[in-house]
């Protein structure tokens, strides 16, 4: 009966781990598209986004810079502007600014530089280095096992199933005693690959247990453990009222994983002493409640910066420096948090210099693209900003042309050169028969989504015999669907959006073929 009973929960538990991915394309063959070399998924998507730091660069304190982080509501809010940003997840060309120096704090009765915690040298005694350098070694084995076959798993379970089999069979305990030792035996199964990794405490395995719910994983507790190990010693409580407190102030459930892998001493800050004191500055600068969730999860390191000796002059340098309104502020964090924990001093000086003397740009210029776009104070000159003006320079633009597009659409500086800026003139000189200067009127055009906006609307004027001979009329690029179909094609909306689908398929379809 023991055996026929493994059988039966070992085969269950191949079913239950067993992919069966599948989809459909009817709404494709709806559309009239066929696609010839096999199966395959579209996804459409309007927009992407930059990974405006260097990905492969790291602040002195050893950690990576990660990019101002890409939120659902911030994609929602740029989907007019669908190639805004594409093409950027492979350019390498932001520069690693120093950042201000981190704050102390008491935690549990010790000093502790809270920053400084996440390099894997500055906290960690020579043993437990040597151990996070075997779990660094060997966490690919990690993460392949967690997503590996599906032997591992139902070994786990029969593992436990013939652990609880013995103590039955013991006999030498009660009831309630033999509850609490299969308990203890599952969790030490459950933990038994990461202690492989790491010197685990049973101590720590309720704080593991809490932070699962959130989807951590045995990689995320060992990326945990390398940046700053004594996160990990937190106790549950603590932890659970710190990280509850950031979900009351709207950090959504989702992001709470991402906030701990980038800064997981944020298990260690109290929430008097430390978290009310950042949300309350942050409020401070005129940003809404509905809004601090998105920027604390996109710069959770704000919390190791003292709001007196850091945060607050960084905002004064700004007003009285830069010359950023203070009604303004709250808009310029929202747009990039980052901005707070950089060296601000150092961003604006190198960029200023750069483009007053590149093009002439007087002071009000560059201050009015840095309230538009401060992602402009993280990027870098020789890599980011040089590359850029230098195309518009060499498509026929003067000087004074490149410097009246950086003002009214700065964000031209964070498109990628080779899957946006350079199609779109192309298709602006060969099919919309325009010259390269309609760009000084109409500069939100190298903002548009080629796919989503530009050829789709080209082409429908075309096919209805509505389009020009000459020059085709950039200013019906810029309103809405709605606004299009009524003053431009004078259809139906749902016609023009069926004609737009269609032409989408169309077009993935080819790139496949090729």
């Not at 020789?382 to 518009?392: A, E, K």
């Not at 429908?460 to 085709?472: D, E, I, R």
Request: a positive charge; glycine letters at 6%; one cysteine or more.
């Amino acid at each position: 009966m023991t055996a026929l009973s493994l059988h039966s929960f070992s085969h269950f538990s191949s079913l239950l781990f067993s992919p069966t991915p599948s989809w459909n394309l009817s709404f494709a063959l709806k559309n009239g598209v066929c696609f010839r070399k096999g199966k395959f998924l579209v996804f459409l998507s309007t927009h992407s986004n930059p990974k405006i730091l260097k990905s492969n660069k790291k602040s002195r304190f050893g950690q990576r810079i990660t990019p101002y982080d890409t939120d659902d509501e911030e994609e929602d809010e740029d989907e007019e502007f669908g190639d805004n940003n594409d093409g950027m997840a492979g350019d390498d060309w932001l520069m690693n600014d120093d950042f201000a120096q981190p704050h102390e704090y008491f935690v549990n009765g010790k000093k502790i530089k809270s920053h400084n915690g996440s390099g894997k040298e500055g906290n960690q005694r020579p043993e437990e280095q040597r151990k996070g350098s075997k779990a660094l070694k060997s966490r690919k084995v990690l993460i392949a096992s967690e997503h590996g076959t599906n032997g591992l798993k139902r070994k786990s379970v029969e593992d436990f199933y013939h652990t609880s089999n013995k103590t039955k069979e013991a006999g030498s305990f009660g009831v309630d005693e033999g509850k609490k030792v299969v308990a203890k035996t599952f969790k030490e199964n459950r933990y038994q690959r990461l202690s492989d990794e790491i010197d685990l405490d049973e101590k720590w395995f309720p704080l593991l247990d809490y932070l699962s719910t959130f989807g951590l994983k045995d990689s995320h507790f060992i990326q945990m453990y390398e940046r700053h190990m004594p996160s990990l010693q937190i106790n549950v409580c603590s932890a659970q009222e710190r990280l509850d407190y950031l979900l009351s102030v709207g950090v959504k459930q989702r992001d709470v994983r991402r906030i701990l892998l980038r800064q997981p001493q944020i298990l260690e800050y109290t929430v008097e002493n430390n978290l009310k004191s950042h949300v309350a500055f942050l409020m401070g600068l005129g940003i809404p409640n509905s809004r601090i969730g998105q920027i604390i999860a996109r710069a959770p390191s704000l919390f190791s910066y003292s709001v007196e000796n850091s945060l607050k002059p960084t905002v004064r340098y700004l007003i009285e420096e830069v010359g950023i309104n203070e009604h303004d502020l709250g808009k310029v964090v929202q747009l990039s948090p980052q901005i707070l924990v950089q060296r601000i001093d150092i961003s604006w000086n190198t960029r200023y210099m750069f483009l007053s003397k590149e093009l002439g740009a007087p002071r009000d210029s560059v201050v009015k693209m840095v309230k538009k776009h401060p992602q402009l104070l993280h990027y870098s000159i020789d890599d980011g900003l040089l590359p850029r003006i230098n195309f518009l320079r060499s498509i026929g633009m003067r000087n004074s042309d490149i410097l009246k597009i950086l003002t009214s659409l700065t964000q031209v500086l964070s498109l990628s050169l080779e899957d946006n800026l350079k199609p779109k003139y192309l298709y602006l000189i060969n099919e919309l028969n325009n010259e390269v200067h309609s760009l000084t009127k109409y500069p939100m055009y190298l903002s548009l989504s080629l796919d989503q906006r530009i050829r789709p609307r080209h082409r429908f004027l075309v096919s209805l015999k509505k389009a020009p001979k000459g020059p085709f009329p950039l200013g019906s690029l810029v309103p809405t669907d709605e606004c299009f179909c009524q003053q431009w094609a004078g259809t139906s909306l749902d016609k023009y959006l069926a004609f737009r689908q269609r032409l989408l398929l169309k077009e993935f379809a080819k790139k496949y073929e090729k």
